[in-house]
T-cell receptor
């Protein structure tokens, strides 16, 4: 089983819609969860982190965590063309290593 | 803060040559990580350091790869001899207190081995 798995993309949404990204992880002891955004040809950029079960909102982004189901998601509300990027889910594995999912590429259609 | 600084941004080299990638972490960050990103395998952790000491190098693909961190502000990743399958983007990242704080990535080095 992969340490971090993301729903396969690409995901295409119209401008103004909600983009929903999903991620599952294998290490039941993981305590923190991260979402990175990576534009084409650029480095990953941390956009959200969540530690507790439930929702965490930051602007148009909402992270949702369910530790019992080992599931974390990212919602992008009112999607904009500038949100078009690859979104990477990251989870610490064995306490020290941050393992990344393969990423979901999002395209926002104007 | 200038962030994590990597050099060079691009490197093209011939198979068999030695390649050295450089990284300057954010000042005060005790952890430094080297990742490799390819389309096929995504982001893979190669090695990480804590307080200049290598902690886990299990991701280093083979003996051709080596990494050093002689002081808190500088690290190198060396490939000798290089092979075409080493072509990838190599990222350096740092953080102040381990993985639970998230990482700040450098801009990466795009390596092409021909």
């Amino acid at each position: 089983q992969k340490e971090v798995e993301q729903n396969s993309g690409p995901l295409s949404v119209p401008e103004g819609a909600i983009a929903s990204l999903n991620c599952t992880y294998s290490d039941r002891g993981s305590q923190s969860f991260f979402w990175y955004r990576q534009y084409s040809g650029k480095s990953p950029e941390l956009i959200m982190f969540i530690y507790s079960n439930g929702d965490k909102e930051d602007g148009r982004f909402t992270a949702q965590l369910n530790k019992a189901s080992q599931y974390v998601s990212l919602l992008i509300r009112d999607s904009q063309p500038s949100d078009s990027a690859t979104y990477l889910c990251a989870v610490p594995h064995n306490d020290y290593k941050l393992s990344f999912g393969a990423g979901t590429t999002v395209t926002v259609r104007a | 803060d200038a962030g994590v600084i990597q050099s060079p941004r691009h490197e093209v080299t011939e198979m068999g040559q030695e390649v050295t990638l450089r990284c300057k972490p954010i000042s005060g960050h005790d952890y430094l990580f080297w990742y490799r990103q390819t389309m096929m395998r995504g982001l893979e952790l190669l090695i990480y350091f804590n307080n200049n000491v290598p902690i886990d190098d299990s991701g280093m693909p083979e003996d051709r790869f080596s990494a050093k961190m002689p002081n808190a502000s500088f690290s190198t990743l060396k490939i000798q001899p290089s092979e075409p399958r080493d072509s990838a983007v190599y990222f350096c990242a740092s953080n102040p207190g381990g993985p639970n704080y998230g990482y700040t990535f450098g801009s990466g080095t795009r390596l092409t081995v021909v």
